[in-house]
């Protein structure tokens, strides 16, 4: 009952996470549909029948439902300090009922930000759910190469914040049908306003740099959007090792209107695999096309730095076309310290047609991780360049 009971609370928090900086799940973050990592990002949910005396919405919540108070924090250069505070109802049933409501403060730039929304299952078991969300929101498109916490850290006490942002008021309505544990189809209309933020604080308690680095601006309009995303695996690896393939279409404007038009498709695969107990292998590649139309600037992919080439500088590839793929090879030699060799591929560009004409980024190097996704430090190097600098980096989490 513990762990599955830790599950249902840590959905409970990535609901509010991009309000409230509670947790780094994507879900939480109606603007960035189809940029995480782990899209879609459907928890994994047990499928089993509920207890006789199973409780519709039409007389009340479940009686196993409880009331879960979700204070929180973040901290990014255009936001400044975000102290938020959220409140979700869930159930210690599979099948029930979620609503859940959170506010934040960003001090920075005396803004509140606020979120809202619900999810109900329907059937026994539990096949289908349907929900929504209304939101104000600081947005990055950001959110699968560094995690809020990470982010957090870095800003507040190395004077780097590694995501862009945008503001993002609006609305999504979602289905998604889970047929079993480890697969899921998800169909969402999303409705935003987006607007420029401009970098606002310049507090941190170490740094080399004295300010930090201008957020850019973005295109501002009114966006309608449909995103169809599946998922093929478990939505977390379990530690024995296995893998996952996600996949999403989003399309904006067309039929729909308002102020951007632009289809584009994401696709990502991660694996881990275990040859003993003491040495194993993890990957991952992913992708991103745009087929129709003209991508925003705050939409474009970025490829380069922390998350992506480890031996290149942050973000030095960009276009509405992407791919990444990266290995490590750990071999745990003590308790929690892991010795590791890497290899990172990939790159960004504009233009469907240009792929020929890319010369992808090939790094290499090593590291030491500290428990299996704590800390790591590593040293990097492009491969192509003759003469090319070694690059130290540190990760307060998961390599990619």
Known sequence: MGSRATARSSAAAALLSCVLGAAPAARACPATLGQSSQIPTTPAVRIERAPAGWETLATGLPEETRLRLIPAFRYNRVDGAVPGFGAAFRSEREAAPFLY???????????????????????????????????????????????????????????????????????????????????????????????????????????????????????????????????????????PG??????????????????????RARVSARMLHRFAPRVFVRARA?????????????????????????????????????FVANGEYLVRVRKNLFPFAFLDWGAAWFGARNLDRQRPGLDGGIGLRVAEDALSVTVARDLRRSGAPLRVGVRLGGGF
């Open 101 to 239: 409501a959170g506010a934040a403060y960003a001090t920075g730039r005396d803004r509140f930000l606020a979120a809202a929304g619900f999810e109900v299952p329907i059937g026994d078991p539990t096949r289908i759910r349907i929900g929504a969300d209304v939101y104000r929101q600081t947005a990055s498109e950001d959110v699968w190469i560094v995690g809020e916490l990470e982010n957090t850290l870095f800003a507040l006490f190395a004077r780097t914040d590694y995501r862009d942002y945008y503001e993002a008021t609006g609305g999504i309505g979602r289905i998604i049908w889970q047929p079993g544990r480890d697969a899921s189809l998800e169909a969402a209309l999303r409705i935003q306003d987006e607007s420029s933020l401009s970098t606002r604080v310049r507090f941190s308690v170490f740094g080399k740099e004295d300010r930090f680095r201008a957020n850019p601006p973005v295109e501002p309009g009114d966006e309608a959007l449909v995103v169809v995303s599946a998922r093929l695996g478990p939505y977390r690896l379990p530690a």
């Open 242 to 263: 296995g893998s996952f393939g996600t996949i999403a279409y989003e399309r904006a404007g067309g039929p729909l209107g308002r102020d951007f038009d632009y289809g």
């Open 286 to 322: 992913t992708g991103g096309s745009t087929r129709e139309g003209r991508l925003p600037p705050q939409k474009v992919w970025h490829v380069g730095g922390i998350g992506t080439l480890r031996g290149h500088d942050y973000k030095s590839f960009s276009g509405d076309q992407f």
